[in-house]
């Protein structure tokens, strides 16, 4: 929907074919945190003021049971906040008021059976029929099992929830490490939006505890500093990186979970997303034949940095901190107090959270 408005606002004709109905995406229960560059693209395609989003003042970032913390803050960047917490259905409503809006056509329950390829274009053969374009883009979905895919089973899953606290958050996320996965709190309205990593087989149990024993569970593993009050119904999800080796191929383009899907820790994948989106369109203003070999090659090589440094940042850290020696804890308490007491490196690692891989 993004890249469709995106191309609309620039002269170009895009069509979205999508296999569900078109209200399920005002039906998503994932909440997502976006960055302040991404709010900067929405701004651009005239959603972001329909979009309810809460601000993230600062990160607090540390791990369970050993020593280093470090905090990224948004006064020391100079912004009005380092990202917002929105819920994808309310992004999801304003994307699709302003396609509405623009009359962007969209076919609803058409499920894309097969695409031909040739030098003059692609047919798409449907199940509400056969359409012909000069590109097609595969924004939904994932990066499949192909010859073409890379996958990495983490063999954990996210149990995703909305929490109540004691206390006012304050705007304050938390992204804490455990010897059992990442576990982040954003600030969601008055509530906050809870993503719990762990195995798979623990997830699965955790979804299944009454509230008092879910929010018992929690405070243990968290930790002292919130107190959890009550807990919305729990939803789990299975983790793995898949990524496809190049994001294009002859008048194709994949993007979002369809070219990448990352572990949530520090909640760059839908962040990428929407810069695939950005430079896709910035590419392909006033082309003649958008599937044009060479314009695709260009937003290869435009994103192949962002890319590889966001997907390699979010896998490393994925394994990297739940390993469980002493020695590891420990040079991952010296990294967070080396970063915590290191400006410029925090302004660095900031900015890379906040625009990508080109922040300088």
């Known amino acids: 929907m993004a890249l469709a408005l995106a191309l609309h606002k620039q002269g170009q004709r895009a069509q979205i074919f999508e296999a569900r109905s078109r209200g399920a995406v005002r039906g998503d229960a994932r909440i997502l945190a976006l960055s302040h560059g991404s709010r900067q693209i929405l701004e651009a395609l005239g959603v972001w003021r329909q979009i309810e989003a809460t601000p993230i003042a600062a990160i607090h970032v540390s791990q369970r049971g050993s020593f280093g913390r470090t905090r990224l803050s948004a006064d020391d960047e100079g912004l009005p906040a380092l990202g917002y917490v929105v819920a994808a259905a309310s992004l999801g409503a304003a994307l699709d008021a302003a396609l509405l ?10 499920r894309v059976d097969r695409v031909d ?50 206390a006012p958050h304050g705007n304050v996320a938390w992204e804490r490490f455990t010897d059992q996965g990442p576990v982040a709190l954003l600030p969601l309205g008055v509530h906050m939006a809870l993503v719990y990593t762990c195995a798979s087989e623990r997830a699965q149990a955790l979804a299944q505890l009454d509230e008092g024993g879910f929010l018992a569970d929690l405070q243990r593993h968290f930790g002292t500093r919130l107190k959890f009050v009550g807990a919305s119904r729990r939803l789990v ?5 898949r990524r496809r080796r190049s994001p294009v191929a002859e008048r194709a383009v994949w993007l979002g979970n369809a070219a990448q899907t990352l572990h949530p820790v520090a909640g760059q994948g839908f962040n990428l997303a929407l810069r695939d989106v950005a430079q896709l369109a910035r590419i392909l203003v006033a ?23 966001t997907i390699g940042c979010t896998d490393a850290l994925a394994r990297l901190f739940t390993v469980d020696l ?25 900015r890379r959270m906040i625009f990508g891989a080109r922040a300088f």
């Open 287 to 309: 082309a003649r034949d958008p599937g044009e070999a060479g314009l695709l090659a260009r937003y290869a090589r435009a994103r192949r940095l962002d890319r590889y440094a």
């Open 326 to 350: 002493p020695l590891a804890r420990a040079a991952r308490g010296a990294a967070l107090l080396g970063l915590d007491l290191l400006p410029p490196l925090r302004h660095f690692v900031a």
């Open 101 to 110: 809006a623009q009359e962007v056509p969209y076919l609803e329950q058409a």
């Open 117 to 166: 390829c040739s030098d003059a274009g692609v047919r798409l053969h449907t199940n509400a029929g056969e359409a012909e374009a000069q590109l097609v883009v595969y924004a939904e979905g994932s990066a499949g099992s192909d010859a073409e895919a890379v996958v990495r089973d983490y063999r954990q899953s996210a149990v995703i929830c909305v929490v109540a606290v004691a």
């Open 237 to 241: 999800y299975p983790l793995a990186l």
